[in-house]
């Protein structure tokens, strides 16, 4: 690919307004030009951080591991279970958890699509997570959504009678206060797997493996309490390193409240914190001043052995846990869980319901693709959360410190001089001094995709923080590096759009959006200047600058820019201008 030269001239003070116009189709652009081809990999950071996008369908996974989860730099995705299932004639979530074969031609698409998501996932830096159903096989009889019938529940394609510990136990688990009942009987009258032979194991593990060998990086273990720990080791064992040479992620659904503990199960993989999830209701529907000793003492899960959630697809239909009909309450408690130094955190994005057995959107049972705010809650989009992705990946292991509470419900805490986030969970705008820890200097609030900045002067800031809303800005790499003032960066490119587009600048620090183009900065054009698209924003001096321009448009993907980054390094004072054209191959 060819880069262009761009010219930079350092001029006196060069301040270009960054307000998005929508100007009149300009005879030249009455057809769309050649799209650029979409950029597989925009070279943000892939932190730790899972975005749970459970129930949406291999295409809508794809596009959005490229458009939305590696420019805000989430790590993986956790995706529903691939095998085919019982195909519900009433059209219900949950018909997903009765395997009927470990085919992986289901209800979210076929094999082949399956094997493109992943690769899709993995240009873009994104690893792929699947929810492993291995504890039993479907209970309904009936059809699957790749034809299989079933006839008899003990009797599916991969398994026979024998196979099962009905032989030991026939009925539903009764008392759950038996370790070995709810091992060894049935969950919810689904056949329960003998995974205490050997034969079983192995077909267990070569359905896993299976998908290994398509691209899959790891697996959250549905039902795992109902597995013997031993049994659920030996199986893990078998499985096959990934297509990158490391062992798979593995993480177990160990609900809490009875046995087994989730501590038995550490030897094979982490656990997901439900207690975690129980303590952030209960603090965002109270008042979240008390989380300042937020941590072992309340309950939950060591940091080093847990996966944390604010909601998942269970929880979130039988009350227990914070939900999207809470609110800008849930978007917060996802705030502070990315801003808390704890355990791996996820952010799930579902689906609209008005009952707890509604199913995805579908089309006779197959899940359609994704518009959100289409009957999706499309939350690791939101701009606070997005934000925050980058946020925490810059803060790193940074401790957590300055912790203040100036009003109930209202808190701020910076992670040492890396990071600084004030979250009000109160029905009106606060403002308070706060103790930030940073550098002298200014900074783009990630929160609202840098449409504000926050000003650090001897260590405080005077923030004023929105009702149910949060402001968080970091030093960018989250070295503490100081940060004396800002010097002021134009921007033009010449860029053919068509009506509806704007085009925006995006790249590898805070001011730029960290390579996040939902928080890329907005450019202008007019009718006098297009195509000549210009724009400038602060950002801190002698600073090495990696950017690139995009092309966005509402309910459409984002278009990048092809070819190599583009560089500038900031002058130490005055201003920079730089110019040139859009990329193209």
Not at 73 to 92: C, D, F, I, K
Not at 161 to 175: K, L, Q
Request: charged share 15%; proline share 6%; net charge negative.
């Amino acid at each position: 690919m060819r880069e262009r030269t761009l010219r930079a001239t350092v001029l006196s003070a060069v301040l270009l307004s960054t307000a998005v116009l929508a100007p009149a189709a300009p005879a030249s652009a009455e057809a769309p030009v050649v799209a650029p081809v979409v950029a597989a990999d925009t070279g943000v950071p892939n932190g730790d951080v899972i975005a749970n996008l459970w129930s949406w369908n291999w295409r809508s996974v794809a596009a959005e591991c490229r458009d939305h989860l590696d420019p805000a730099g989430y790590g993986a995705v956790w995706v529903a279970p691939p095998a085919e299932s019982l195909r519900h004639p009433s059209g219900v979530w949950w018909d997903v958890y009765q395997p009927y074969s470990y085919r992986l031609n289901g209800r979210f698409g076929t094999q082949a699509q399956f094997a493109a998501m992943v690769t899709a996932c993995h240009d873009a830096g994104i690893e792929v997570y699947t929810d492993a159903v291995i504890n039993h096989t479907g209970a309904q009889t009936g059809t699957g959504y790749d034809g299989t019938v079933i006839t008899d529940k003990y009797d599916p394609p991969m398994y026979s009678r024998g196979e099962y510990n009905v032989d030991v136990c026939d009925h539903a688990i009764n008392n759950w206060g038996d370790l070995w009942e709810v091992q060894h009987c049935e969950l919810l009258d689904l056949p329960d797997l003998k995974t205490s032979d050997a034969g079983v194991r192995g077909k267990i593990a070569g359905y896993l493996n299976s998908q290994i060998a398509l691209g899959v990086d790891g697996f959250r273990v549905d039902a795992a309490k109902h597995i013997p720990s031993g049994e659920l080791a030996a199986i893990v064992g078998q499985l096959d390193d990934t297509t990158s040479g490391a062992r798979p992620f593995v993480f177990h659904e160990v609900f809490p409240g009875e046995p087994p503990a989730p501590g038995d199960y550490y030897g094979s993989g982490d656990v997901l914190d439900f207690t975690y999830a129980d303590r952030m209701k209960s603090a965002f529907q109270g008042d979240i001043s008390t989380l300042s000793s937020f941590g072992p003492g309340w309950g939950i899960l060591p940091a080093a052995n847990s996966v944390s959630f604010v909601t998942n697809h269970d929880t979130e239909r039988n009350g227990r846990h914070l939900t999207y009909k809470d609110g800008a309450t849930a978007t917060l408690a996802n705030v502070f869980q990315l801003a808390w130094k704890h355990a791996t955190p996820t952010v799930y994005a579902g689906f609209d319901f008005g009952n707890s057995e509604q199913a995805p959107p579908n089309s006779n049972g197959f899940v359609t693709d994704t518009t959100c705010g289409g009957g999706w809650h499309c939350l690791d989009r939101d701009p606070a959360v997005a934000g925050m992705v980058g946020w925490h990946n810059a803060v790193g292991t940074a401790n957590v410190t300055d912790w203040q509470s100036p009003a109930a419900n209202v808190i701020g805490f910076g992670r040492e001089s890396t990071g600084f986030v004030a979250i009000n969970n109160t029905g009106g705008t606060h403002t308070a001094q706060y103790t930030t820890g940073l550098p002298d200097g200014t900074y783009c609030d990630v929160t609202n995709a840098c449409a504000s900045q926050v000003t650090v002067s001897g260590g405080r800031a005077t923030i004023a923080v929105p009702a149910k809303g949060a402001v968080a800005f970091h030093t960018g790499g989250g070295t503490g590096e100081p940060n004396p003032g800002q010097v002021s960066v134009g921007y033009t490119v010449r860029a053919e759009t068509v009506w509806g587009q704007n085009v925006y600048v995006v790249g590898n620090v805070a001011g730029l959006g960290v390579w996040n183009p939902a928080a890329a900065v907005p450019l202008t054009t007019g009718t006098d200047t297009y195509p000549r698209w210009s724009g400038s924003i602060a950002l801190p001096p002698n600073t090495d600058i990696e950017y690139k321009f995009v092309i966005r448009q509402d309910n459409q993907p984002v278009i990048w820019e092809t070819g190599a980054n583009r560089t500038l390094r900031t002058p130490a004072s005055g201003a920079l201008s730089v110019d040139g054209d859009w990329f193209r191959r």
